[in-house]
C-alpha cells in the first residue's frame, strides 16, 4: 500500500468528514488485509467504524451539551424503595414515545423521593436515542432569562430553554416567583407547548401552583398548556437520602 495513496485517502476523508478514517486508513486496511475481507466487506467495516465513531462523538457532546447534574438512570434506580410509584408509567416515558408527540412529564413529591433521578434518566434515554435534552432548575431559568431580559438580550437566552427536544424544569415550587418571572415561565411553556417535551418536576401540588406563580389567572394559564398533554408521576414515599436512618429507626421499633 503506497504512502501516497494512504496520504489522499485520509485528505479526502478528512473534507468529508469521516474523522476515524482519516486518521485510521492504514489500520483499517491493514485489519481487511489481514482477514483477507472482500470489497464489500472493507466497504461495510470502515463506514460501520466511521458510522459508531461520529455516534460516540453525537452522543457525548449532546449529554455535555444537556447540563444534567448526573447521568443516573432507570437501572440505578431501585424502584422496589418506592412501591407506590407506577414503575411501569416511568418506562414508557423512558421508551419515549411521549416526546415524539411532544408530550410533557411532572414528577411530583417530597424531597428525597428521586424526581430529579428519573427525569434525569429520560433525559439520557432521550440523548441515547438520538434527541436533544436540556436541564435547568426553575430558579436558574428564571433568573437568566430576566438577567437577559434586563439587557434586551431575551430572545437569545429564550432560545437556550426552546431549542431541545426535551427540556428538564428542575425544582419548580421551592422559591416563590414574582409576576415578572411567572410570565417569564409562561413564555417558555407557551412557546414549547405542542413542539417540544417539558419535564418537570416539583414538591408542590398543582393546586399550590397559584401561590408558586404569585398569580392565579397565570398560573392557570402555565398549568393548562403544560397538563394538556402529561404524564403526571406522583411520588408518595420515603426519601432516598434518609433510608439509612429510616432503616435504623425501624431496627430500633424491632428491638423495643
Ligand atoms: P428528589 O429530586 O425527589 O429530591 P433525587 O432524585 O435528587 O430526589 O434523589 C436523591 C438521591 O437519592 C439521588 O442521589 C438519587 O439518585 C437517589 N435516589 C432516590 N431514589 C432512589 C431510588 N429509588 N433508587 C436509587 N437511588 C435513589
Ligand atoms: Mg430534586
Known amino acids: 500500500m503506497s504512502e501516497l495513496t494512504v496520504n489522499r485517502i485520509a485528505a479526502h476523508a478528512r473534507r468529508l468528514g469521516l474523522r476515524l478514517i482519516a486518521e485510521d486508513a492504514a489500520e483499517l486496511i491493514q485489519r481487511a488485509s ?11 467495516l470502515a463506514l460501520g467504524e466511521e458510522a459508531a465513531a461520529k455516534e460516540d462523538r453525537r452522543y457525548a457532546s449532546a449529554l455535555r451539551q444537556a447540563g444534567l447534574p448526573h447521568h443516573k438512570t432507570l437501572d440505578d434506580f431501585d424502584f422496589a424503595f418506592q412501591p407506590g410509584l407506577d414503575a411501569r ?10 416526546t415524539a408527540r411532544a ?16 427525569a434525569c434518566a429520560i433525559a ?4 441515547t436515542a438520538g ?6 432548575t426553575l430558579d436558574d431559568m428564571v433568573r437568566k432569562l430576566r438577567a ?3 439587557t434586551g438580550d431575551l430572545n437569545r437566552q429564550m432560545r437556550t430553554y426552546l431549542r431541545s427536544s426535551v427540556l428538564v424544569i428542575d425544582e419548580v ?21 405542542e413542539k417540544g417535551s417539558v419535564i418537570i418536576t416539583s414538591n408542590k401540588a398543582f393546586t399550590e401552583w397559584g401561590q408558586v406563580f ?7 394559564a402555565i398549568l393548562d398548556r403544560f397538563l394538556h398533554h402529561c404524564d403526571v408521576i406522583t411520588i408518595d414515599g420515603p426519601s432516598w437520602r434518609m433510608r439509612n436512618q429510616t432503616m435504623a429507626t425501624t431496627a430500633d421499633k424491632t428491638v423495643s
Request: aromatic fraction near 12%; hydrophobic fraction near 45%; charged fraction near 20%.
Open 148 to 150: 437577559a431580559d434586563d
Open 173 to 193: 415550587g421551592y422559591l416563590p416567583l414574582d409576576r415578572r418571572d411567572a410570565n417569564l415561565v409562561f413564555q417558555v411553556i407557551a412557546r414549547r407547548y
Open 103 to 118: 408530550g410533557n412529564a411532572a414528577f411530583l413529591g417530597p424531597p428525597g423521593t428521586g424526581k430529579t433521578h428519573l
Open 131 to 136: 434527541h436533544s435534552a436540556y436541564f435547568t
Open 214 to 220: 404569585t398569580d392565579e389567572v397565570l398560573a392557570t
Open 89 to 98: 408509567k416511568v418506562r414508557d416515558l423512558a421508551a419515549l414515545t411521549f
Open 34 to 44: 489481514d482477514a483477507q475481507l472482500g470489497y464489500a466487506d472493507f466497504l461495510d
Open 124 to 127: 439520557v434515554s432521550a440523548v
